[in-house]
């Protein structure tokens, strides 16, 4: 099994950096792609390696919020017939009524 993080961060931000970690669960709220790509075409995960590398990069942004406790909800922000693609709000865990009231307020405005 390979040791190289599956989730990479920006070079001067590493996961096990304390301080890091403490300011994310800090922050009022985050906004973020839910996703760090669009959905692939299923002819385009054909093999194991594809179908590994979209899937992590399709978990990588979830991932992180739920390393360090958070809560999020996803908001659709794409047009009608195009690739879907979701805004995440999130922020520390237990502030989960506090991301449905945001994301109630979002959504007429992102509605596209």
């Known amino acids: 099994m390979s040791t190289r993080n599956p989730f990479p961060l ?19 709220e985050l906004v973020l792609p839910t996703t760090a790509n ?9 093999d194991d390696k594809a179908f590994t590398t979209q899937n992590l990069r399709a978990l990588r942004n979830c991932t992180l919020i739920n390393t360090l406790d958070g809560c999020a909800i996803s908001l659709p922000a794409h047009r009608e017939d195009e690739v879907p693609v979701g805004l995440m709000l999130a922020a520390a865990g237990g502030s989960d009524r506090r991301i449905f009231e945001l994301a109630a307020g979002m959504e007429n405005i992102i509605r596209v």
């Open 38 to 46: 669009t959905p692939p075409k299923i002819a385009d995960l054909a």
């Open 10 to 28: 920006s070079p001067c931000l590493k996961v096990s950096d304390a301080s890091w970690i403490s300011a994310i669960r800090r922050a009022m």
